[in-house]
């Protein structure tokens, strides 16, 4: 080899870089994704909300049939024809509401979302809250019958509709006893009983006067004490009841709460008088009744009015406690006539079927 001068040298190649082994990064990116995608489509379509959902509901023409029955019978009194429909209302409740499922139903704008606990108090179970509901709706289908009939002036009687198990008036009375006498004052209604303990005080012995079956009979009691009352305590709960020789029937299941009182009380009176009170029109509505007929507000408006539009009503009895919240939900073309009191709704649907006019919201 001459000195300063450049040689090659042969090499051997260069092996190729050996593979790696397991998942790139890119790989790995997707994976974490599509499981996040997967945690967070189980967390929505699984987790539940601690919200339900409220819409419309079921309606039902209180002057028409359910499962082949009437909604509203009267057996053993004359009644009369009937035309058009007198709808109740009510609002749908959807409870154990997944996150996707309250989305949803939220962007469809027919439901509202609404804190749970408005409607379930803690500890409270749905079936809790549902008999809660079936007493409620109970309840104002004696209220509606006892207005419908004291309106049609029908005699009225009252009757011991509760008694507390450790009260003076346990000794004596039986459920549904009707009371004559009490502390010496005829009793006509249910006010007259607190009227006749009103001058008294624990301690003080009272007579009562009574009829079971056919049987009229007369005890003397010892009233009681209860805390925050000064007079004397009974331990019966007294309400009015009409006394007629027929029976009125509701029967209409799956439905809970007492906003179909005033429904219900205009179909009695409807047919137990001549005429169509609806003037043969489509007419819906809402409101809970006492059994003076006194209509109170109710939930929901809003929901009902939709139902009722949906079911063809042209025609929406409102609560007056309800009419600023009515006009601004109202669907186009519903007229929303206001309602205080039976005698309110009467004359209104009569004026209407007439042609002429009737308070509105």
């Given amino acids: 080899m001459t000195e300063g001068t450049d040689t090659a ?14 998942l790139t990064r890119r790989t790995w990116t997707l994976v974490v994704s599509l499981v996040v995608v997967l945690a967070l489509g189980l967390l929505g379509g699984f987790a539940r909300v601690p919200y339900v959902a409220l819409g419309p509901g079921p309606t039902y023409d209180t002057l028409g049939q359910v499962d082949g029955g009437d909604v509203v019978a009267v057996d053993g009194q004359e009644t009369f024809p009937t035309g058009g429909k007198l709808t109740m209302t009510t609002v749908s ?47 104002s289908q004696t209220s509606a019958e006892v207005a419908a009939l004291r309106y049609l ?20 009375l039986e459920p549904d006893d009707r009371l004559l006498e009490v502390n010496g004052r005829q009793i006509a209604s249910a006010d007259d009983v607190r009227g006749a303990l009103e001058q008294t005080k624990p301690g003080d012995q009272v007579s009562l006067t009574y009829q079971r079956g056919s049987d009229r009979k007369t005890s003397t009691v010892t009233l009681g004490r209860t805390e925050g009352r000064e007079t004397g305590f009974l331990g019966v709960l007294p309400l009015d009841r009409a006394d007629v020789p027929f029976d009125i029937k509701i029967s209409l299941s799956d439905v809970g ?20 009170l609806n003037g043969g029109k489509s007419v819906a509505g809402t409101g809970e009744i006492n059994d003076r007929g ?51 709704a009467v004359q209104s649907l009569e004026s209407l079927g007439k042609g002429g006019d009737a308070p509105s919201c």
């Fill in 9 to 22: 040298v042969d090499q051997a190649p260069t092996p190729p870089p050996a593979p790696r082994r397991g």
């Fill in 93 to 139: 409740l959807t409870d154990d509401v997944s996150l996707f499922g309250a989305l949803g139903l939220w962007i469809s704008g027919r439901y509202a979302l609404a804190p749970r606990e408005e409607f379930f108090r803690p500890g409270e179970s749905e079936q809790e809250v549902r008999d809660q509901n079936v007493k409620a709706f109970q309840d």
């Fill in 294 to 344: 006194e209509v109170g507000r109710i939930g929901g408006i809003g929901f009902k009015m939709v139902a009722a539009q949906e079911g063809g009503a042209t025609v929406f009895l409102v609560p007056a406690g309800n009419c600023d919240e009515a006009k601004q939900h109202a669907p186009e073309g519903m007229r929303l006539v206001k309602v205080e009191t039976l005698d309110d």
């Fill in 257 to 276: 709460g007492p906003s179909a009182g005033l429904l219900f009380a205009l179909s009695i009176v409807d047919k137990l008088t001549p005429g169509e």
């Fill in 153 to 172: 002036d029908y005699p009225m009687k009252v009757v011991a509709a509760e008694i507390n198990k450790d009260s003076a008036a346990a000794t004596v």
